[in-house]
């Protein structure tokens, strides 16, 4: 865990993704929605090759706006199938969409999908998977994991030593409030 804090250091993509992100809690539905996104399209590259991408991820998927998303059709499909600067994968590309809808959804049912997550917390992440291997498509333990951590709902984001660690435990994330 502690390794990323050492590893991102002066890093061009990886700093500024530690030192501005990773961990910090999230409440804004589309940028929940985005890093879900972002972690599915992780599975099986590295994470670098994502934050490369992740502007042109934003722009191909119309800045995660999850109305947007949710409304996509087959040409919708098939222009991101298109879009080299992204992950051309017709199945996170059919889980991003399934997603959008899904958390559409949650957001008649609680609110917004950051209500539904608080509705939750805390679990373990054991608990967390199951939940959302039920609720969302194409999320594993790892997807699962790393979504949760990097938006403050598990801990492990980055060690106590870190100077970043003291800036997230001043905004008080879900995981520190069992």
């Known amino acids: 865990m502690s390794y990323y804090c050492e590893a991102s250091k002066d890093h061009p993509f990886h700093g500024p993704y530690h030192d501005q992100e990773y961990g910090f809690p999230l409440k804004n539905d589309n940028q ?9 399209n992780q599975a099986g590259l590295s994470w670098l090759t994502i934050l490369k991408k992740k502007e042109a991820f934003n722009n191909a998927f119309h800045g995660f706006d999850i109305k947007k998303v949710a409304a996509y059709k087959v040409k919708d499909k098939q222009r991101l199938l298109n879009d080299a600067s992204i992950i051309r994968n017709r199945l996170k590309i059919d889980a991003a969409i399934a997603n959008a809808n899904r958390i559409l959804e949650l957001q008649k049912e609680s609110g917004s999908f950051h209500q539904w997550l608080q509705d939750h917390h805390p679990l373990d992440k054991e608990e967390w998977v199951k939940l959302f291997k039920k609720t969302f498509r194409f999320t594993g333990g790892e997807i699962t994991g790393e979504f949760l951590m990097s938006t403050g709902y598990l801990p492990g984001a980055h060690h106590d030593r870190c100077p970043i660690y003291l ?5 008080n994330p879900p995981w520190m409030q069992k």
């Open 32 to 40: 929940l929605f985005e890093r879900l996104v972002l972690e599915i």
């Open 167 to 171: 800036k997230i435990a001043k905004l």
